[in-house]
């Protein structure tokens, strides 16, 4: 069974950086049916979609515009983990994150996504 | 980015009702639109990926329906574990976005 631990700081200040990290147990971030996903979801924006990284012989990494000049995703294969990095955030970026694994379907390339970590509530205030 | 626009927004229905909630993309996604579901203060769960495929382990009286822009999810028989949020996602192409929600409450 496929379970993600979510960790990180609940609080950052405006124009710092969020910082989270998913622990993977059941599965490796080096899969090469799967891709790890950071999503997050506020009142104001709902779910969005944050971006993946994916194993195929190396590491690729898929980041919506609306973030990724500020947004890093990190895969450790000696931790089996992989992080989010958010720089400079606003209390716009005030939201429950969620780590959340992504995978092929078998029979043809539908992606969808069938585990999500429990989600940290991160808040950004001074 | 793609669109997704589901209605309604929120809707009460009794134990026993059959209930549908309608997703639409604002452009062809194919059959790439997968549901969930979300109690409050919990992550969501996946209930239906490729349009019509029920996720392992999700009972048969859920089921989804359509391609192209528009989309269906559908509970044939309402039992109390099933009042929730229900979102559905594009994953055509990316960025991969959700609709809105659709909160199921009881009557």
Known sequence: ?????????????????????????????????????????????GL??????????????????SVKSRITINADTSKN???????????EDTAVYYCVRGVWDSRGPHFYMDVWGKGTTVTVSS | DIQMTQSPSSLSASVGDRVTITCRASQS?????????????????????????????VPSRFSGSGSGTDFTLTISSLQPEDFATYYCQQT??????????TRLEIK
């Open chain 1, 1 to 45: 069974q496929v379970q993600l631990q979510q960790s990180g700081p609940g609080l950052v200040k405006p124009s710092q950086s969020l910082s989270l990290t998913c622990a993977i147990s059941g599965d490796s971030v080096s899969s090469n049916s799967a891709a790890w996903n950071w999503i997050r979801q506020s009142p104001s924006r």
């Open chain 2, 29 to 57: 996604i194919s059959d790439y639109l997968n549901w969930y579901w979300q109690k409050p203060g919990k992550g969501p769960n996946l209930l239906i990926y490729a349009a019509s495929s029920l996720q392992s382990g």
């Open chain 1, 81 to 91: 983990q992989f992080s989010l990095q958010l720089n400079s955030v606003t209390p």
């Open chain 1, 48 to 65: 969005e979609w944050l971006g993946r990284t994916y194993y195929r012989s190396k590491y690729y990494y898929d980041y919506p515009a």
């Open chain 2, 92 to 101: 055509y192409s990316a960025p991969y976005t959700f609709g809105q929600g």
